[in-house]
Nanobody
Framework: QVQLVESGGGLVQAGGSLRLSCAAS????????MGWFRQAPGKEREFVAV????????YYADSVKGRYTISRDNAKNTVYLQMNSLKPEDTAVYYC?????????????????WGQGTQVTVSS
């Protein structure tokens, strides 16, 4: 059983920053690529960022590139998402997920475990 628990969401003004954390347990975390997705009301869940198991390779959605940074600490079984220069359109529930080991990093269906999500609200 894998458990992922996100934290760090909240309400922030446009231009502000938040740091999300995702604590993992139950599986060998360090061998798994980890991703962040988000879902706004009435919209599909969308890819935000992913980091490979070693932490040496990262990919970002174009909408967050240059503003968000994904990182991980395998000793702490935790993955982070630093979000800077936040915009109202970044408002969503943010989810972390562990990649199943095959397939694209960009599609939710390729991830086999998900956290419960944390709300991020950016006011204008």
């Amino acid at each position: 059983q894998v458990q992922l628990v996100e934290s760090g969401g909240g309400l922030v003004q446009a231009g502000g920053s938040l740091r999300l954390s995702c604590a993992a347990s139950g599986r060998t975390f360090r061998n798994t690529a980890m991703g962040w997705f988000r879902q706004a009301p009435g919209k599909e869940r969308e890819f935000v960022a992913v980091i490979t198991w070693s932490g040496t390779i990262t990919y970002y959605a174009d909408s967050v590139k240059g503003r968000y940074t994904i990182s991980r600490d395998n000793a702490k079984n935790t993955v982070y998402l630093q979000m800077n220069s936040l915009k109202p359109e970044d408002t969503a529930v943010y989810y972390c997920a562990s990649h199943g080991g095959r397939g694209s990093y960009y599609y939710p269906v390729e991830y086999d475990y998900w956290g419960q999500g944390t709300q991020v609200t950016v006011s204008s």
